[in-house]
């Protein structure tokens, strides 16, 4: 999960407000005192952390609560909307049907990864994608980037062993003539800064982009607001992508003071996989970090993942061990469940390390459990008896004990279904969602 101290430490304020008898200046303080200490343990600014406490100590006692908000939620709105303010507005980035793309920023920043990753974004889209290596002064960033492009089936040109960048550009652009989506590779740091950047200018004026990216290591802390500064005077940043946010300790102070550059953060990397990359929205992130969750980000993963037909079969009540089985490997495919039971509304950010290992552990061997099934047991799980859970249990190299545990899961989960099934239809929200939610906490 991103940010996990951060994350811990905000959803502990909330609950917090939630779980007292009332609000009064005591319960404010207090709730003020964790927030500083939370930011500022995330390296957050000084002077800005002591802005936003002030901000929030005086709306939370001299507003009155909009119509239809209690007290607490009142003041949990209040933590929310001056936290989302911290790590800057906007609208988000905006998917185009055709863009030209430079990433710039310094060796180390994660660059080359990014290049991939965004270009993997777009593809998952359906724009066709190439990318152009043009950082010619580091030996192994053509390598790189076909190593991580090509199982991707991304393309990419470069021409190892070359110097000319621009040249290297220029041939490149040829190539990409049809691509809706061009990506191009530079350079990072390599002699001095000045050189650096009369290249990316250099590049700039051939290529023409319609956005400069500047990849910053969200490990960097407080030191991003400078360096977004300075490459945003000399070349014109239009986004920002913060690399390594993933329980980063300085995470929250490189988004704060990136933010108070005026340079948006566009795109943040989650993690090492090529798909733990998604665009940067202020008021969605704070509602994780909040342990709010995040149903859109939820459903959006969801459908990059679960098989069309499946959905169908759910939405008209078809769900055996097969479905099942395809569910979990869904699941799978979405990445560490802690990150995916972060964006569900009520569990939380934080999610044990030992608890997701036992149930990424769980799943898998309720997977060998389904395989060892026959074809009639898995369309049909209530034959399942005494003497046949022995005989799976005996092919899945599992105990009776797992196999009645498969089954218990198996029943909930049909119920689940069935509730989002009527959620869905009634009233047009997911009322099966805590049902889900208490199932996979409980999948341990």
């Known amino acids: 999960m991103v940010l996990d101290k951060l994350g811990e430490s905000l959803s502990g304020v909330v609950r917090k407000i939630t779980r007292a008898s009332y609000v009064d200046a005591g319960l404010v303080k207090e709730v003020v005192r964790d927030i500083q200490r939370a930011l500022l343990t995330s390296d957050v600014n000084v002077k800005l952390v002591m802005e936003l406490s002030k901000k929030i100590e005086t709306r939370a006692l001299q507003e009155k609560p909009k119509p239809g908000l209690s007290r607490k939620e009142h003041v949990i709105h209040i933590v929310y909307e001056e936290l989302v303010a911290l790590v800057g507005r906007g609208d988000g980035f905006r998917l185009p049907t055709r863009a030209r793309i430079m990433m710039i920023g310094l060796q180390g920043s994660g660059k080359t990864t990014s290049s991939v990753k965004l270009a993997r974004f777009f593809s998952k889209k359906g724009l066709g994608t190439y990318l152009i290596a043009c950082d010619t002064h580091r030996p192994a960033a053509y390598d790189q980037l076909v190593q991580l492009a090509e199982p991707l089936n991304i393309k990419v040109y470069g021409e190892p062993g070359t110097r000319d960048a621009v040249q290297v550009l220029k041939r490149g652009l040829e190539k990409a003539e049809k691509a809706e989506v061009v990506i191009v590779d530079t ?114 993963k969801a459908r990059e993942t679960v098989d069309e037909e499946m959905a169908k079969d759910f939405m008209k009540g078809k769900f055996t061990m097969t479905e099942l089985r395809e569910q979990i490997l869904a699941l799978k495919k979405m990445g560490p469940l802690s990150s995916v039971m972060s964006m569900i509304p009520g569990l939380g950010v934080s999610v044990p390390k030992d608890v997701s290992a036992m149930t990424e552990e769980k799943m898998s061997r ?21 003497s046949r859970i022995k005989r799976i249990a005996r092919g899945s190299g599992s105990a009776p004990e797992e196999v009645r545990e498969l089954l218990t899961y198996y029943k909930t989960m049909q119920k689940a279904i069935k509730g989002l099934k009527k959620g869905f239809g009634r009233r047009g929200g997911p009322r099966g969602m805590g049902q889900l939610a208490r199932l996979m906490r409980g999948m341990k």
């Open 187 to 300: 350079a990072g740091r390599h002699k001095s800064e000045e050189e650096l950047f009369e290249e990316m200018k250099a590049l700039s004026a051939v290529f023409g982009p319609d956005e400069k990216f500047l990849v910053i290591d969200a490990n960097i802390g407080q030191q991003a607001g400078a360096q977004a500064r300075a490459f945003n005077q000399a070349v014109g940043v239009t986004g920002v992508v913060l690399t390594k946010l993933d329980g980063s300790a300085k995470g929250g102070g490189a988004l704060s003071a990136v933010a108070e550059t005026g340079a948006p953060v566009t795109f943040v990397g989650l993690g090492e996989g090529m798909d733990d990359f998604e665009v940067f929205d202020p008021e969605r992130f704070i509602s994780r970090l909040l342990g709010m969750g995040d149903l859109a980000a939820l459903m959006e």
């Open 366 to 386: 309720f997977l060998y459990i389904i395989d060892s099934m026959n074809k009639k047991e898995r369309e049909d799980p209530k034959i399942i008896n005494s």
